[in-house]
C-alpha cells in the first residue's frame, strides 16, 4: 500500500474506490503481496528444499488458497473442514499435514481415506485411535507424534504453544514410549518428529532452543524420521519494524540438519498472508468525550476479532492524507455491545469526521478466519486485488442468509 496524490491505494487500486464500488467494511488481499511473500519464504529456506505446507487456519478463503496452491504449496490442517477445503482447492493430499490435539475418531477415518502425508499425533490416545481404526481398515498410516519442547517463544500467553504447560504436544518421555509403541504396530508407519512452540515470533533464539531439545530427543530415540515438522510461527512487523531473522534460523536448521539427514516441513500462515490484507471501514459516528472522541466504525470485533482476543494491536491508516492533525485523542470502537468491541487509541492523528474511511493494516491473518456472526451480523465481503483488477473472492452475506 501507499499514498498516490494523498490517496491511499492497494496496488494500482484507490481504497475510497473500493469503498464506493463495494461498500464497507471489506477485507481487501494484495496478490501481489502474497507472491513476494511467498518468494521471499522459499528463497530463505532454499537450501533445505523445505515441504512448505501452508495453514489453512490463518486464512480459510478458498479462492486465496487455490492461488497459494499455484505456488506449490502444501497445506497444515488442523480439522476435517480445513482438510476438505485444502482437499477443494486441489492441494495434492500427499503435501497436506494433519495437526491438532483433538481429532476425532471421524476426523482420523476421513484423514486416512484421503490418504494425506501425515497424521501428527499429540497424545497417547489419539496414538491408540489411529491404530484402532487403521486396522479396521486394514490400510497403513503415516503418522508424526508431535514433541512438546518445553520452549517459551516469548510471545503472547494466549498463542504461546510449546511449553510445558501447554495443552500441545508430548514429553520427551512421553514420545520415546510412542515411538516404541509405533516400532510394534502393523498398520501404523512413524515418519515424522512434529514441533510447533507458538505465534508471532520474531526472535530465532527460541527456535534454536527449540532445535536443541529435538535433537536430544531423536539420540535418545534412535530412530530415522523422513521428515522433522518444524512448525511455523514466524512473525510480521504489524506496529513496529522488529522482523526476524530468517538466516539465522535457516544456519541454525542447517547445522542440526547435518545429524539427522531429515526432510524439513514447515507450516506458514501469518508470514504467508498477515500483511497482505487490510480492513476498510467507514466511520459511522464519532462521539465526543472529555477526554477522547470515540470513533464508529461500522467494522467490529465480529469481523476482526484479534484486538479483542489479544489485545492485539494494527496499524491504522486513513484513506486520504491530510496535514491537519487533531488534538484529541482518538478511541477507534466497533458498534457491538461489548467493551472490548475497540481496536486501537490513536494520538496525533489527522483530523477525523463522520462517513471518512478508515483502513485497518495487516488482517490477512487470523481475520476473516476468526470472523463471526456475533450481534447477528453478516460477514464482510472478501476482494483480491491484482494490478488495476479486483476480484471477489466471497460475496458479502446478508441478513437473509443467516435468519
Do not use: W
Not at 463495494?22 to 519464504?41: M, V, W
Not at 483433538?102 to 476421513?110: C, N, P, Q
Amino acid at each position: 500500500m501507499k499514498y498516490i496524490n494523498k490517496n491511499l491505494t492497494i496496488e494500482k487500486i484507490s481504497v475510497e474506490a473500493i469503498s464506493k464500488r463495494f461498500g464497507t467494511p471489506a477485507y481487501c488481499y494484495s496478490y501481489d503481496q502474497l507472491r513476494k511473500n511467498i518468494t521471499n519464504f522459499k528463497k530463505n529456506f532454499s537450501s533445505l528444499s523445505p515441504l512448505i505446507c501452508f495453514a489453512i487456519k490463518s486464512n480459510t478463503n478458498l479462492n486465496l488458497i487455490k492461488e497459494i496452491k499455484k505456488f506449490g504449496l502444501g497445506a497444515d490442517v488442523v480439522s476435517m473442514g480445513e482438510l476438505m477445503l485444502a482437499i477443494k482447492a486441489g492441494i495434492n493430499p500427499k503435501k497436506i499435514v494433519f495437526s491438532g490435539v483433538g481429532k476425532t475418531s471421524a476426523e482420523i477415518s476421513y484423514a486416512i481415506n484421503k490418504k494425506i502425508l501425515l497424521i501428527n499425533a499429540e497424545s497417547q490416545s489419539e496414538i491408540k485411535e489411529i491404530n484402532r481404526i487403521a486396522k479396521l481398515k486394514n490400510k497403513k498410516v503415516q503418522v508424526g507424534i508431535r514433541l512438546n519442547p518445553n520452549t517459551d517463544a516469548k510471545t503472547l500467553n494466549q498463542i504461546s504453544t510449546g511449553r510445558k504447560e501447554n495443552k500441545f504436544g508430548v514429553n520427551s518421555k512421553t514420545f520415546l514410549e510412542l515411538v516404541n509403541y509405533c516400532k510394534n504396530s502393523n498398520n501404523i508407519i512413524l515418519k515424522c518428529l512434529s514441533v510447533h512452540i507458538g505465534s508471532q515470533i520474531l526472535d530465532y533464539k527460541p527456535y534454536v532452543k527449540m532445535l536443541k531439545a529435538i535433537n536430544k530427543t531423536i539420540n535418545r530415540a534412535n530412530f530415522k524420521f523422513e521428515f522433522i515438522d518444524l512448525g511455523g510461527g514466524m512473525g510480521i512487523s504489524y506496529n513496529n519494524n522488529k522482523k526476524l531473522n530468517y538466516k539465522k534460523y535457516n544456519i541454525a536448521i542447517k547445522k542440526f540438519i547435518k545429524n539427522h539427514k531429515s526432510k524439513i516441513i514447515f507450516e506458514p500462515g501469518r508470514s504467508i498472508v498477515g500483511n497482505i490484507g487490510i480492513l476498510i471501514s467507514k466511520i459511522i459516528y464519532i462521539k465526543k468525550s472529555e477526554k477522547k472522541n470515540f470513533v464508529i466504525l461500522d467494522a467490529a470485533m465480529n469481523d476482526l476479532m484479534r484486538p479483542a482476543l489479544y489485545g492485539a494491536i494494527h496499524k491504522t491508516l486513513p484513506s486520504i492524507k491530510n496535514r491537519k492533525i487533531s488534538k484529541k485523542t482518538y478511541e477507534l470502537v466497533g458498534p457491538i455491545c461489548e467493551s472490548t468491541d475497540k481496536f486501537s487509541t490513536l494520538q496525533k492523528f489527522q483530523n477525523l469526521k463522520e462517513k471518512d474511511i478508515i483502513v485497518i493494516c495487516d488482517v490477512g491473518a487470523y481475520g476473516m478466519s476468526l470472523s463471526s456472526n456475533y450481534n447477528v451480523r453478516p460477514k464482510p465481503i472478501e476482494l483480491l486485488i491484482k494490478g488495476s483488477k479486483i476480484k471477489v473472492i466471497k460475496k458479502r452475506q446478508n441478513h437473509s442468509d443467516l435468519i
